[in-house]
């Protein structure tokens, strides 16, 4: 299903997801003339279990874009709205705004302290003892690094991790960490990277604060977005484009012990074009709800039972 049939922008991308209430969505994303373009805002829609609303802007910063919105509801239940503006990626400001009304209105801005992001495009987790977990990275001229920031009060202030990128590959880089939590308490960070053209792994086994250097896993990664959900059943579930060149299929694989091994079980989308960041959580009635980007004209929304998917 398409969030949108007609739009006031022709391009857009890196769409986020959230369940505001049982049986009801949001998503976000990015949207104007092209990435990059001074008319990029941060667009929403919300679905009402039937269809999506009509379009309405929740970033904007006069003669910038804007940039990766992250939804995500804390364990306050307090909806958060994360995104960023600037020229480009190398020179960009994070924003926060919260709502207390399930997205019906929002908070004015709230400016976070240069070079924090929070969570700079997957979804945050939330550990057992509150402590929010958020995987950023810093893109410069040369190099990309990722860290995870750690934030104790709903993401209002940040500590950050050391930086955890592929040694082997010092001109190459990693960013926009996807993360989860196994079950015997490590965190996870999966990464998109550019050098190696793989699905890149590091691990931390002090809550977030500290990471292992990134290694290389067996799935390709075209250097696109990625997104990963650990199921309450315990299976994780990988939304990823498993090709080393082109944002094309977009695919779902499944993962039975922790992420050491991942087993592809379903595509998307196969046909030539652009798939690309997803985002997936699983909405209370266990159901897998995803979004991405389709071809930069639309955002897709699709639903899936993960059970299909059980061998």
């Known amino acids: 299903m398409m969030i949108f049939d007609k739009a006031p922008f022709p391009s857009c991308h890196a769409s986020t997801i959230v369940e505001t209430t049982p049986g009801k969505l949001m998503a976000a994303w990015f949207g104007g003339k092209e990435e990059k373009a001074k008319d990029v805002q941060i667009w929403a829609s919300h679905f009402d279990g039937t269809k999506w609303s009509a379009l309405e802007v929740l970033g904007t910063e006069p003669g910038q874009p804007c940039w990766n919105p992250v939804l995500f509801r804390t364990a306050k239940n307090e909806l958060s709205l994360w995104y960023k503006f600037g020229p480009d990626p190398m020179t960009w400001s994070g924003a ?43 893109e410069t001229y040369h190099i990309w690094t990722p860290y995870v920031d750690r934030s104790t009060d709903g993401g ?24 989860f939590q196994t079950k015997d308490g490590k965190v996870i960070a999966l990464m998109r990277s550019q050098n190696p053209l793989r699905i890149c792994r590091a691990e931390s086994t002090d809550n977030g604060k500290t990471f292992t ?29 498993p090709a080393p060149i082109g944002r094309v299929p977009i695919s779902l694989a499944r993962s039975t012990d922790d992420g050491v091994t991942w087993a592809k079980v379903a595509d998307l989308e196969t046909e030539l074009g652009e798939y690309s960041y997803p985002a997936i959580i699983q909405s209370s009635d266990g159901k897998l709800q995803i979004t991405y980007t389709w071809r930069r004209r ?4 699709e639903t899936v039972d993960p059970a299909n998917y059980r061998s």
């Open 96 to 138: 926060l705004r919260t709502s207390n009304d399930d997205g019906v209105t929002w908070s004015k801005p709230t400016l976070l302290p240069a070079g924090f992001y929070g969570p700079v495009r997957a979804k945050p987790i939330v550990l057992n003892d509150g402590t929010l977990l958020a995987g950023t990275s810093v």
């Open 156 to 179: 209002k202030t940040w500590l950050r991790s050391n930086s955890f990128a592929v040694k082997e590959k010092p001109n190459g880089g990693q960013i926009q960490p996807t993360l």
């Open 213 to 241: 250097a990134a290694v290389a896993t067996e799935l390709h990664n075209p250097s696109s977005g990625i997104d990963v959900v650990k199921t309450r059943e315990g299976d994780l579930l990988l939304i990823y484009n």
């Open 298 to 301: 639309h955002i897709k929304h």
